[in-house]
């Protein structure tokens, strides 16, 4: 098999491939990647030198692995995961990602598609109106910075406290949307100033909202989509992928300048400067952790004003509360985050960068109300073609630090894919595919073309074979709105 | 504007990367500022009612190119604009120090007059260079968008 690597990469599974500590100096332990044959040949060069710089970093335990939606990324491959020691290894940005708490959402309806197809146009334009997008998109709520400290330290809770949601919907949303141990005296003000105005906006580049349709064929574990209120039948869904927009993104920048400093002085080398890294238990480790909690917190905000804004903008057109038309809460997953958490070799911090954590059923870290089935897992595919709702398993428990995929992953690079095509060719075709798309640039919308991404049903079924999740259904996309 | 810098197809594949070039530092500057102004919106469409002045100072020159580069997507986000342009001025000081004085133009974004592009978010260290060769200035700068 022709791989992108001249690294040793041995077989263990029909799903898992192994790369020995001898084929990097330094490398402490072995790189894991799970992938179908055809996904692990596709892989790009930088996958298999990043994962192995990744088996490289102090405190490192088990192995450095990658999902198969992996890709090249700055430091850690997109899809990587990496479970380091809290008191002997390090916390690194290059491991969480610009987009601190990127993440997924998805809310439920008691709508069918016969209900919304002859409003399609009319709900798209108001969720377009409601949700701002693209370059420089400012909320429409207004905080002074004491306000902005609040919800850095209380997330999705402070947005309920203010009426952007139901109680209930803390109950689905990963941590409850609140991460413990935020301190706003760790974000720089230029964070504050960056971020300030921005809760409730999707941002550009692959995120967006997308109305998506269950149908009953597309539903693989009826027992657990159903506990979940994911009944088919041409339900109506609604799907959120954003972040913690320009506020993540100046916390991680501040902290790589942080972390180059430290290193010299803790005497760390890196192999990729994007790995810059410092002892989780040193003071420069806690005061990212901190930061890096506080512009969590805030995306789990941002995910949460938007849902606010999708009920209204379903209520608005429907003419009936959210409520009455049954929009809970699914899930909230965030896919770019190091937490702390506890496995064998005792706690440790897990940095997911593109991966998503996968909780079995009976975990203890779930609500209540997901202990029976397991964690949802919300993976986005690309605009064109769909995306999929998994659940977390013991297997992905014992094998991956509890992670799996996020998404589909890119084949195509945006300048590539923005030749390829453009946007308003691709946003007609869509339309004649019974997609309808609301873009702020059209440029932008062309660097998101389906041909630009993995299968994602590839990813997924790799991710099935492997264990590390279980598929429970396919949602189709009807509705997008990309910045 | 006219300046030299190219997207590059095969560096970045989630993201947006550029080469820029000049004969001097400071070309070198103008060509890389043209780049993310580029990749924000298209200058053409965007008016100059809002301006900003910054100065910054780096004994290394490419981190002087890195603050600067940053500086511009902290004010995208900051003050909510697109930028038309930018006239900066580069010179030695005194102990091997750079100083750069940049003058930022722009205007608020408005997606119904202006050609809106990437939402770029941050400037990274990956693959990022700074070097003369054949006594020309290169840089390759990746961006997070």
């Known amino acids: 098999m022709k791989l992108n690597t001249e690294m040793q990469v041995n077989q263990i599974s029909d799903e898992l491939w192994e790369i020995p500590t001898s084929e990097k100096e330094g490398m402490l332990v072995p790189a894991r990647i799970y992938a179908t044959p055809a996904i692990l040949q596709s892989m790009d060069v930088g996958v298999f030198e990043q994962v192995t710089n990744v088996a490289c970093l102090p405190g490192i335990r088990r192995y450095a692995l990658c999902m198969p939606d992996g890709h090249w990324g700055y430091g850690f491959p997109i899809g990587g995961v ?94 409850g949307g609140c991460i413990t141990g935020a301190d706003p005296s760790k974000v720089s ?19 967006y909202l997308e109305v998506q349709v269950v149908s009953s064929d597309r539903i693989r574990d009826k027992e657990t989509a159903t506990a979940w209120g994911i009944t088919g039948q041409d ?10 927009r320009g506020f993540g993104h100046q916390v991680a920048s501040d902290y790589l300048k942080v972390f180059e400093r430290a290193m010299r002085r803790y005497g760390i080398s890196v192999k990729d400067q994007q790995l810059a890294c410092a002892p989780f238990a040193s003071v420069e480790g806690q005061d990212y952790f901190s930061a890096m909690n506080c512009a969590a917190n805030t995306a789990f905000a941002n995910r949460q004003v938007i849902t606010h804004q ?86 992905a428990v014992r094998d991956t630090f509890a992670s799996t995929m996020h998404g589909s992953g890119r084949t195509m690079s945006r300048a590539q894919a923005k030749k390829a095509a453009r946007g308003e060719q691709i946003q007609k075709q869509m339309k004649q595919r019974g997609i309808l798309v609301k873009a702020v640039s059209m440029s932008g919308l062309a660097e998101e073309a389906g041909f630009a991404y993995k299968n994602i049903s590839e990813v997924v079924e790799a991710v099935d074979r492997a264990g590390i999740t279980k598929t429970v259904a396919e949602l189709r996309p009807i509705g997008n709105i990309k910045g | 504007m006219s300046h030299a810098f190219h997207y590059l197809d095969d560096v970045a594949i989630a993201d947006l990367a550029f080469d820029a070039s000049g004969d001097s530092l400071q070309e070198l500057f103008q060509s890389a500022t043209c780049a993310v102004i580029e990749a924000l919106a298209d200058p053409t469409t ?28 902290y004010w995208k986000d900051a003050a909510g604009v697109v930028f038309n342009r930018s006239d900066l001025t580069l010179t030695r000081q005194d102990r091997g120090y750079w100083k750069l004085t940049g003058l930022l133009y722009g205007e608020p974004v ?17 693959l990022y260079e700074v070097k003369q060769e054949d006594m020309r200035w290169h840089a390759r700068v990746v961006v997070d968008g």
């Open chain 1, 235 to 244: 339900q109506i869904v609604v799907m959120v992928h954003c972040g913690s």
């Open chain 1, 189 to 207: 003000d230029q964070a504050v100033s960056r971020g300030i105005n921005q809760l409730g906006t999707l941002g550009s580049g692959n995120h």
């Open chain 2, 46 to 73: 965007v008016g100059s009612t809002w301006r900003q002045t910054i100065e910054r100072t780096a004994e290394d020159p490419a981190e002087l190119l890195f603050d600067w580069l940053s500086d511009l997507v």
């Open chain 1, 310 to 395: 999708i009920r209204k903008a379903f209520a608005t057109v429907f003419g009936r509360p959210a409520e009455e038309m049954g929009m809970e809460l699914v899930y909230d997953v965030a896919h770019n985050i190091a937490k702390v958490e506890r496995y064998s070799e005792g706690e440790l911090v897990v940095h997911r960068k593109g991966s998503t954590r996968a909780l079995g059923p009976g975990s203890p870290d779930l609500s209540p109300r997901y202990r029976m089935t397991g964690q949802p897992v919300i993976c986005g595919g690309s605009m064109e073609t769909g995306s999929y709702l998994l659940v977390g398993t013991e297997g």
């Open chain 2, 110 to 126: 408005n997606g119904s007059v202006q050609t809106l592009r990437a939402d770029v978010k941050g400037i990274t260290k990956h």
């Open chain 1, 82 to 175: 990496a479970a380091l020691d809290v008191r002997s290894g390090v916390i690194s940005p290059g491991g969480v990602g610009y987009d601190i708490n990127c993440g997924m959402r998805l809310i439920r309806t008691d709508l069918i598609r016969e209900d919304v197809q002859p409003h399609l146009d009319r709900l798209m334009t108001e969720l377009f109106h409601r949700v701002p997008a693209g370059v420089g998109a400012s909320g429409f709520i207004r905080l002074d910075r004491l306000s902005f400290e609040d919800v850095m330290v209380h997330g999705a809770r402070w947005c309920i406290e203010w009426g952007f949601g139901w109680h209930r919907d803390l109950d689905a949303i990963e941590e």
